[in-house]
């Protein structure tokens, strides 16, 4: 099993002056300890099940771009960017410029966004929970094509796009990584199994039942599950057992997943590090 450090938490004991360079050291002490992929949230408030909105919170792809000048070897990409968040030509291009500027280090991870307060508050428009899928999907063929040969205009119906031309096109070949997160048995699953290289589902009792979902999925849209990385996210927090929590990551991997993203509610991302690095050791 792969391990993934996902940062999502930046409530640490520095001072905002030093956040930079602390973020900076614990990502390449993370590179340096065998972790392969860094990710951020794609939000602008902290949101509810880690701490108080007020809580610090850095925006995903200017800190990808920073992260991107401080390590060599991981993948990065945001654990997952809001589809309201950006026009999708615009997400398209962020993502294009990272992997060229890191050397082919950049994935997509997007989803259909949830958190109504944080786009109410910062006056982002947020449609209902159709037209949300919806735009996800048209965002998802949007990169997708602008990823391509192919600079002809794109007509949807919540976006309609001119010329897609994107110069220059990222170095990953043959696309960047494409993660959807998400667990909506509906439209998220089935949009993973028709476009995603990754899903990312939760490592909640109803993760095996996900799975089938997506295998099911994988059967109508006539495409070969084993060819959909299975990626989960979990949290560790402090006094956390070593034992324990390799247990809890076989457990995930026997459901099927390969690849865990783990993120810390510790106030020293430097010892986030050293527990992770201790956890790919025995998992890998």
């Not at 905002?16 to 973020?23: D, K, V």
């Not at 925006?59 to 920073?66: I, N, V």
């Not at 991107?68 to 950006?86: D, E, K, N, Q």
């Amino acid at each position: 099993m792969d391990i993934g450090f996902h940062i999502a938490d930046f409530t640490w004991d520095v001072p905002p002056e030093q956040l930079g360079t602390t973020f900076a050291r614990a990502a390449q002490e993370a590179e340096a300890a065998g972790i392969k992929r860094i990710t951020v949230m794609d939000h602008f408030w902290q949101i509810p099940n880690i701490g108080t909105p007020e809580k610090p919170m850095l925006e995903g792809y200017t800190a990808l771009g920073f992260l991107a000048a401080h390590t060599s070897s991981v993948l990065l990409h945001t654990l997952v960017a809001g589809v309201i968040y950006r026009e999708p030509a615009i997400l398209a291009k962020q993502i294009s410029t990272l992997d060229v500027l890191s050397g082919g280090r950049a994935g997509l991870g997007i989803g259909a966004g949830w958190n109504e307060e944080e786009s109410r508050g910062l006056g982002i428009p947020f449609p209902p929970t159709k037209e949300r899928f919806e735009r996800l999907e048209e965002a998802i063929q949007i990169c997708l094509q602008m990823w391509s040969d192919d600079e002809g205009p794109y007509d949807g119906e919540h976006y309609h796009l001119g010329r897609t031309l994107n110069s220059p096109q990222p170095l990953s070949r043959p696309r960047p990584y494409l993660m959807i997160g998400g667990v909506g048995e509906k439209k998220t699953l089935r949009f993973v199994a028709r476009y995603a290289d990754a899903c990312n589902i939760f490592g909640s009792p109803d993760a095996a039942h996900k799975l089938d979902v997506l295998r099911q999925w994988c059967d109508v849209e006539n495409r070969d599950y084993d060819t959909v990385e299975k990626t989960t996210t979990t949290a560790f927090t402090p006094g956390a057992d070593l034992d324990e929590f390799v247990g809890r990551l076989d457990g995930l991997r026997e459901l099927g997943f390969t690849t865990a993203y783990v993120s810390a509610r510790v106030p020293d991302p430097l010892h986030a590090v050293e527990f992770l690095g201790r956890v790919a050791e025995r998992v890998a």
